[in-house]
């Protein structure tokens, strides 16, 4: 969790970044100094997906966000239920569960 320090910090987005980007499917990949995280859409019909944004990181701050999205994964699941993996792949659905977050 983080400290009151860092609770504190005010955010400034620009407009074209406050809209946001969707992604369903994202790729992980690393170097011994740095983590790549590979946001991309991926659309029926289309061939392969196109990255819409990438994020370069330090490992440590890597870890850092896999433990903020843990934190937030859980307080979600108190407020809403818990997220379940479908047996099946949704009818729609453009990629295989199984290559998501493989590089």
Known sequence: MANQKEQNLKLNIAPE??????SNLAVISHSPSEITLD????LP???GAMVRQRVI??????KR??????DNLHRYEQ???TIEEP???PQGDTV???IIGKA
């Open 57 to 62: 990181m330090h490992p440590l701050h890597a």
């Open 96 to 98: 295989p569960y199984d």
């Open 45 to 47: 019909g289309t061939d």
């Open 79 to 81: 407020q809403f239920g």
């Open 65 to 70: 966000l896999l433990a903020a999205l843990n």
């Open 87 to 89: 047996r099946v792949m």
């Open 39 to 42: 946001f991309a859409q991926m």
């Open 17 to 22: 970044v406050a809209r946001g980007t969707y």
